[in-house]
């Protein structure tokens, strides 16, 4: 009977006990940003491959003549990219694309339009600004392949060909656009392109003109 009242007893005391001095609460720092990330499947940290394409929109714009502007005419892009991860959110982004260029513009013989083929390298800082969402700038080096000029006057249609087999233009551009993560391997992209330095126009007719590209393409993203 004893040992029943002692047990009672000590239960008693020890329910007091814990009613009176609760457990303490641990309390746990975050994880750094980088393993906050990788803890819940993000794969920002992971170098990716991909591919991408799409339509190019470009004229021609006059530097020092605010009042030449030329008509747009429409090319595609398509070519190599990569995502090297550098420290959330930046990373550095090249790519590798063939591009299409070029204008359309109205003179007093008819209507003449240029295509003009390219090698264009971007070299592009990406900020990933909210998980789906990322900005990019930075400069590309173009390297042009090849001219077609086309002069139409209603009448008669002439072709003219020039194959740049030099190497010796290439031109500096600036790069601006966004991207919108449609899924995981699938990413909506927009750019704006306009190059820093003047075309050497082997005809002389336009005397600095630079070629403008606006960009709407999809890229597919491998890791």
Same mark, same amino acid.
């Given at each position: 009977m004893a040992i029943c009242l002692l047990t009672v007893a000590g239960t008693v005391s020890a329910q007091r006990y814990d009613r009176r001095y609760p457990p303490r609460r641990v309390v746990r720092r975050p994880p750094p940003v980088q393993e906050r990330y990788q803890r819940r499947g993000d794969d920002f940290y992971r170098p990716k491959v991909g591919i991408a394409g799409g339509v190019n929109f470009s004229n021609t714009v006059d530097a020092y003549n605010s009042d030449f502007s030329t008509s747009t005419i429409a090319g595609l892009h398509l070519g190599l990219t990569f995502d090297i991860p550098v420290a959330y959110p930046l990373s550095f982004a090249p790519e590798i694309l063939f591009s299409q260029k070029g204008y359309r513009a109205q +003179?007093?013989?008819?209507?003449?339009?240029? *295509? +003009?083929?390219?090698?264009?390298?971007?070299?592009?800082?990406?900020? *990933?600004?909210?998980?789906?969402f990322n900005f990019v700038v930075g400069p590309q080096l173009s390297f042009l392949t090849s001219t077609k000029n086309i002069y139409d006057n209603g009448f008669n249609t002439v072709y003219e060909s020039d194959y740049n087999d030099r190497g010796d233009k290439s031109y500096l551009s600036g790069v601006i656009g966004v991207g919108i993560d449609l899924n995981r391997n699938v990413e909506l992209r927009g750019r704006y392109t306009i190059d820093l330095d003047k075309n050497r126009s082997n005809s002389g007719a336009i005397p600095d003109y630079r070629n403008q590209v606006f960009q709407l393409g999809l890229g597919f993203k491998f890791q």
């Open positions: +003179t007093a013989d008819g209507e003449f339009k240029q *295509r +003009t083929n390219y090698v264009d390298i971007p070299l592009l800082a990406k900020f *990933r600004l909210v998980p789906g």
